[in-house]
Nanobody, 123 residues
Framework: QVQLVESGGGLVQAGDSLRLSCAAS????????LGWFRRAPGKEREFVAV????????YYADSVKGRFTIFRDNAKNTVYLQVNSLKPEDTAVYYC????????????????WGQGTHVTVSS
């Protein structure tokens, strides 16, 4: 089992950058694939990015490709989401998720979730 705690959100202006972090408990962090999702006000949860167990593979939603980067530090039990060139439409609660058997974009297949961190982008 793993517990996830996100941080790094905030209120920023369009074009700014943030680095979101997700710290995980447990000694088997490297055995989890890790994803980032977001939920904008009034919208469904949306896949953002995922990184494989070793960090060798990543996959992004088209809407963030080229602006967001997911990476992990297994020594620190932390996964990050570097978000650049933020747009007002990136405003959402950002969640990280973990699973030992699934690597993909379907939120229903992730077993563990954090509580989320808010990102608000003003125009």
């Amino acid at each position: 089992q793993v517990q996830l705690v996100e941080s790094g959100g905030g209120l920023v202006q369009a074009g700014d950058s943030l680095r979101l972090s997700c710290a995980a408990s447990g000694r088997t962090f490297s055995s989890y694939a890790l994803g980032w999702f977001r939920r904008a006000p009034g919208k469904e949860r949306e896949f953002v990015a995922v990184i494989s167990w070793t960090g060798a593979r990543t996959y992004y939603a088209d809407s963030v490709k080229g602006r967001f980067t997911i990476f992990r530090d297994n020594a620190k039990n932390t996964v990050y989401l570097q978000v650049n060139s933020l747009k007002p439409e990136d405003t959402a609660v950002y969640y990280c998720a973990a699973d030992q058997r699934y690597y993909g974009s379907n939120y229903q297949d992730y077993a563990y979730w954090g509580q989320g961190t808010h990102v608000t982008v003003s125009s």
